[in-house]
């Protein structure tokens, strides 16, 4: 990946390259408000969308995908099966006739509800049949990762986590790269939370660029894919303009330290998960 290219990419173990930058439209109304963002993101280079089921959202991510113009295989679209569904080949076909689309580049299981290894073969079923072209994960923690490799017969290409430098996670991550498996960000800005922590402020005036910039870069340089969510489109291009600088060392570590994780795989150390 080099600094200034907005197509930078990461290689799945399915061979795909999944855009390093995407939008994130969770908690983005179904209707007007998704598709003015997703269009908008396209328009600025975004090739990256992401949605789920539980989302409800499927239809206008379609419609603006169709009335972009941009061919489908330019764009990779993810979403995510909500396991409190039972079939994931039969939801897929659902979520595709939202879409309007013959495929998606990637399924994941949202969480790992009910346990890490039980809707797996589904998974596999929507990749041998073609409507996935990539399967992989959400919220899964290293102990489940392992779980499922141990029974996949397709390996995980993706593991979505909450990320930032408050939620570093950093053991998770490293679990990833030893399996092949690409982290991707999602809350990279902590729902907008971290955009008015004081260590992020100061770095982002010292280097001339926003907070969320600096949180996306943070990211990236972590090696992560990140999907930052906006209804806004001037913020929707302030958080795919990272490509043309690099935070420095120092930056860096000082970002490190926000963490509140211990460096655990946890995402909240304190708290439950969400997803419980
Ligand atoms: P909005 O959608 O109204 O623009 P995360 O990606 O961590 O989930 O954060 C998303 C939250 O951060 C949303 O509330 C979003 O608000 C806000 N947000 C996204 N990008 C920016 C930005 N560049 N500047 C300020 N707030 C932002």
Redesign the pocket.
């Given at each position: 990946m080099t600094a200034n290219n907005a197509q930078a990419t990461r290689t799945l173990l399915n061979g795909a390259e999944i855009p390093v930058v995407g939008l994130?439209v969770?908690q983005v109304p179904d209707g007007r408000e998704c598709e003015r963002a997703v269009s908008s993101a396209l328009e600025s280079g975004y090739r990256l969308i992401d949605t789920a089921q539980a989302y409800r959202n499927e239809s206008s991510v379609g419609r603006a995908i169709r009335s972009s113009g941009i061919p489908r295989e330019e764009i990779f679209l993810t979403t995510k099966f909500y396991p409190g569904s039972r079939d994931p080949l039969v939801e897929v076909e659902r979520s595709l006739e939202r879409l309007g689309t013959g495929y998606v580049d990637l399924y994941l299981i949202h969480w790992p509800k009910g346990g890490p290894t039980w809707a797996w073969s589904g998974m596999e079923r929507a990749s041998e049949a073609g409507l996935a072209r990539g399967i992989g994960i959400s919220n899964f923690s290293a102990a489940e990762l392992q779980e499922l490799l141990k029974v996949s017969q397709i390996p995980p290409t993706v593991n979505q986590i909450q990320f930032?430098p408050f939620e570093y996670r950093r053991s998770l991550v490293e679990a990833c790269a030893d399996a092949g498996v690409v982290a991707q960000a999602?809350?990279?800005?902590?729902?907008?939370r971290h955009?008015g922590d004081p260590v992020v402020e100061r770095i982002a005036s010292a280097t001339g660029r926003?907070?969320?910039q600096v949180l996306i870069r943070w990211a990236i340089q972590k090696g992560l894919s990140v999907?930052?969510?906006?209804?806004?489109s001037e913020?929707i291009v302030?958080?795919f303009d990272v490509f043309d600088f690099e935070l420095d060392e120092d930056s860096v570590s000082a970002l490190d330290s926000l963490d509140t994780t211990d460096q655990t795989p946890d995402a909240l150390a304190r708290t439950q998960k969400w997803w419980s």
């Open positions: 994130g969770w930032s999602y809350s990279p800005l902590g729902t907008g955009l926003t907070p969320a999907i930052p969510k906006s209804t806004h913020r302030e958080n």
